[in-house]
C-alpha cells in the first residue's frame, strides 16, 4: 500500500469532492439501507419524505458529549413544545463514542432496536456510510429548508461525500491547550500557551519547582483518542499518521515526534499519562497543562479551584501553525427505520442545529457553536475561553485519513501510544508494527471500496 497508494497524492478534502463528482467510489453510490424495518423501512429509491408524516415517537442515541445529557433534555423539552405530537425518548447508549458505536452496530446486526437520531464520532460515520447503515441527509434538508450555507463550512463539509450529505455537525471540538494561570505565574513564565512543545520543555522544569504539582503537564488518557491528539505532535515535527492513503506513521519525522513526546514521561520526566480524563486530573491540580477536547472547557472551569488559561496547541520544530485536529461528533439518520422515523429524526435535528439551540449548547459544553448566525454575545461575556476555541478553527487541519477513515484505527493507535508512554517500547519497530496493521485495516475494510 505505502508504495503504491490506490489514490496517489490525493488531499482528504480533494479526494472527498471528486468521489461527488463520479472518480471513485464503487458500490457506494446506491445509498439502500439493509433492509432491517421490514417493507417500511428506507430504500433508494424512497427517500422522498413529502407524503410521509413524521412518527409520533423516535429514540434519539446518545453519549452526551461534553456532559451534555442537562442540556440534551432541555432542547427536547423544547422541541415537543413545538411540536406536541412527536415525543423524542433520550437513550443513553454509551459512556464514549467507542461505547455508542458498538451499541449501533449491535443493533445493526439484530435487526432491530435502532434509533432514529445517533450520534456518530468523527471516526465512525464513514464505516456506517461504507455499510449503508445511515441515510443522505439531502432530501430532508431541502424538504425542510435546512440553510447549509449556515453552518460553519469545515465543519459541515466533515460530512459530505459521494456528492452527499451523511450528517450534520453536533457537538464539534478541537483540541485545546489548558494550563493554570497561578502556576505559571508562580514559576515567572508569559501568561499564554507556548508557541512550540521545545518552548514548554524549556518551561517545564521552572512549573514543576515552583507549582508543587505532580507533573508540569498531563498527557491525554490514551483510551481517549490518543490518534486524535497527538497528530499535533506529529504534524508538529513534519509528520503524520498518514498521506493520503500512504501510511506514514513510521517516518522519520513521526518517529522523531513520538520520541519526544516519550522522552517528556520518561527521560525528562515532566510529563504523565492520565488513567482517566487529563481534564479532570489538570482540573484537579495534578498537572499544571494539559491538551483536551473544547467540549472540556465548561466542566473544566467549573471544577478548577483556580485560574484556568486556554491557547492555540502547541507547534513543532517543522511547523508552528495549522497543527490543530477539528473533531468531534455529529448526528446522523439510520437507514433501517422508518421514512416516519426518519422525518421525525430530520425534525428534531433541525430543532438542534438552530442557531439559538446551538449557542445554548456551546455555553452548556464549550462545543463549538456550528452556525455561523449563532448570538454568541452573552456566552461569550459569561465564558471568554471559548472565542480562543472560536478563533483556533480558522487554523485548524483536515484529520489524516488513517485517523479519520480506515475502521478500528483510532483504536491501533491508542494501543501503540499506550506502548510507547507506558511501556517504553522503542518508538521506531512500535510505529514500524503500526504500519503494517494501519495498511492491513485499508487493504481489508477500505480498498475493496475504492477504485482507481
Known amino acids: 500500500m505505502a508504495a503504491n497508494p490506490v489514490i496517489p497524492a490525493l488531499g482528504r478534502r480533494l479526494f472527498l469532492s471528486l468521489a461527488g463528482a463520479g472518480t471513485g ?60 405530537d412527536i415525543k423524542v425518548n433520550l437513550v443513553t447508549a454509551g459512556a464514549n463514542y467507542e461505547e455508542i458505536a458498538q451499541k449501533f452496530q449491535t443493533a445493526q446486526a439484530a435487526k432491530s432496536g435502532l434509533p432514529a437520531l445517533v450520534v456518530l464520532s468523527d471516526v465512525w460515520w464513514f464505516r456506517y456510510y461504507l455499510n449503508d447503515s445511515i441515510i443522505p441527509l439531502d432530501s430532508l434538508i431541502s424538504q425542510l429548508n435546512v440553510p447549509l450555507d449556515d453552518f460553519r463550512t469545515s465543519l459541515v463539509n466533515d460530512y459530505k461525500y459521494d456528492g452527499k450529505q451523511w450528517a450534520l455537525p453536533y457537538g464539534r471540538s478541537t483540541p485545546l491547550f489548558y494550563y493554570n494561570k497561578d502556576h505559571f505565574k508562580a514559576a515567572g513564565l508569559p501568561d499564554r500557551a507556548p508557541a512550540t512543545w521545545q518552548e514548554f520543555a524549556e518551561w517545564a522544569p521552572k512549573l514543576k519547582a515552583a507549582s508543587g504539582a505532580q507533573y508540569a503537564f498531563m498527557h491525554p488518557a490514551l483510551a481517549g483518542y490518543a490518534g486524535w491528539t497527538l497528530q499535533n505532535n506529529l504534524w508538529g515535527e513534519g509528520g503524520a499518521w498518514s498521506k493520503d492513503w500512504d501510511i506514514t506513521c513510521d517516518s522519520a519525522e513521526s518517529v522523531a515526534a513520538l520520541q519526544e513526546v516519550q522522552d517528556s514521561v520518561y527521560k525528562d520526566s515532566w ?48 511547523a508552528k501553525t495549522e497543527v490543530c ?59 471568554p475561553q471559548i472565542k480562543t476555541a472560536m478563533d483556533q478553527l480558522a487554523v485548524t487541519r483536515v484529520q489524516d485519513n488513517a485517523r479519520a477513515f480506515l475502521p478500528g484505527a483510532d483504536q491501533e493507535m491508542a494501543k501503540a501510544a499506550a506502548k510507547i508512554l507506558t511501556q517504553k517500547a522503542d518508538v521506531k519497530a512500535t510505529m514500524t508494527e503500526l504500519k503494517t496493521t494501519l495498511e492491513g485495516l485499508y487493504t481489508k475494510d477500505v480498498k475493496p471500496k475504492l477504485k482507481a
Open 25 to 84: 467510489v464503487a458500490a457506494l453510490t446506491a445509498c439502500s439501507g439493509p433492509s432491517t424495518g421490514g417493507n417500511s423501512s428506507t430504500t433508494a429509491a424512497d427517500l422522498d419524505f413529502k407524503d410521509v408524516r413524521p412518527a409520533a415517537t423516535i429514540d434519539f442515541w446518545s453519549n452526551h458529549p461534553g456532559k451534555s445529557q442537562d442540556v440534551e433534555k432541555a432542547m427536547i423539552s423544547k422541541f415537543q413544545e413545538k411540536y406536541p
Open 271 to 318: 510529563a504523565g499519562v492520565s488513567s482517566k480524563d487529563s481534564a479532570d486530573d489538570f482540573a484537579a491540580g495534578l498537572a499544571s497543562a494539559t491538551v483536551s477536547s473544547t467540549g472540556s472547557l465548561i466542566g473544566i472551569l467549573k471544577s478548577a479551584s483556580f485560574n484556568v488559561g486556554v491557547g492555540f496547541l502547541p507547534g513543532g520544530s517543522k
Open 325 to 383: 485536529p477539528t473533531g468531534g461528533a455529529g448526528l446522523g439518520i439510520p437507514s433501517g427505520v422508518t421514512r416516519e422515523e426518519q422525518l421525525a429524526a430530520a425534525m428534531f435535528l433541525q430543532f438542534v442545529t438552530e442557531p439559538e439551540n446551538t449557542a445554548e449548547f456551546s455555553a452548556a459544553t464549550g462545543y463549538m457553536p456550528i452556525r455561523k448566525s449563532a448570538d454568541m454575545t452573552a456566552v461569550l461575556a459569561k465564558t
